[in-house]
T-cell receptor, first 113, second 113 residues
Framework: DGGITQSPKYLFRKEGQNVTLSCEQNLNHDAMYWYRQDPGQGLRLIYYSQIVNDFQKGDIAEGYSVSREKKESFPLTVTSAQKNPTAFYLC????????????FGSGTRLTVV | AQSVTQLDSHVSVSEGTPVLLRCNYSSSYSPSLFWYVQHPNKGLQLLLKYTSAATLVKGINGFEAEFKKSETSFHLTKPSAHMSDAAEYFCVVRNTGFQKLVFGTGTRLLVSP
């Protein structure tokens, strides 16, 4: 079945560490997105990519980095520069130039220990 | 810039009674609007979408929403709540031309027996 796979489901990070969250899709979607979710704040856009080898900053990109070397994959690295990384992270994808909604992964919960 | 405002952070209903989740939007263009549902620690699932066709949109699980341009509203309704409807609901507008979704802050629906 087509869909988006995020891994791991739970991730723990020590202070000063970089961690990478995986997002893979087999939907042949062009665009992929990373959102951060905090209680009572809805979802905020971190980075997005509409084509391989190209990506754009979203509203809260500081302390995060991404790559898009393959159409199917859009990993997110949470760097030590992100001072408050504890949150629920959601990856999404969509075909370009349609009015359809996005398909979301099941999320990764990151906790700083 | 496009935005959405969800007017209630929490809504409580009894099983079998109607559900109303309110959303107002702000957009310079004819918007694409969506409702998503999120169960605890899960990704988001698309309930329904409005894309300038019929103003009354039917979605999954008995939900529907009506686009009212004169009131800039897109409220979500269901005639009879079920316990499984307890979740968080997000009203979302698509940022035309930038392929980005803008999320409301969410409404938590509580359903009591």
């Amino acid at each position: 079945d087509g869909g988006i796979t995020q891994s791991p489901k739970y991730l723990f990070r020590k202070e000063g560490q970089n961690v990478t969250l995986s997002c893979e899709q087999n939907l042949n979607h062009d665009a992929m997105y990373w959102y951060r979710q905090d209680p009572g704040q809805g979802l905020r856009l971190i980075y997005y990519s509409q084509i391989v080898n190209d990506f754009q900053k979203g509203d809260i990109a500081e302390g995060y980095s991404v790559s898009r070397e393959k159409k199917e994959s859009f990993p997110l690295t949470v760097t030590s520069a992100q001072k408050n990384p504890t949150a629920f992270y959601l990856c999404a994808s969509t075909p370009i130039a349609t009015a359809y909604g996005y398909t979301f992964g099941s999320g990764t919960r990151l906790t700083v220990v | 810039a496009q935005s959405v405002t969800q007017l209630d952070s929490h809504v409580s209903v009894s099983e079998g009674t109607p559900v109303l989740l309110r959303c107002n939007y702000s957009s310079s263009y004819s918007p694409s609007l969506f409702w998503y549902v999120q169960h605890p620690n899960k990704g988001l699932q698309l309930l329904l979408k409005y894309t300038s066709a019929a103003t009354l949109v039917k979605g999954i699980n008995g939900f529907e929403a009506e686009f009212k341009k004169s009131e800039t509203s897109f409220h979500l309704t269901k005639p009879s709540a079920h316990m499984s409807d307890a979740a968080e609901y997000f009203c979302v507008v698509r940022n035309t031309g930038f392929q980005k979704l803008v999320f409301g802050t969410g409404t938590r629906l509580l359903v009591s027996p």
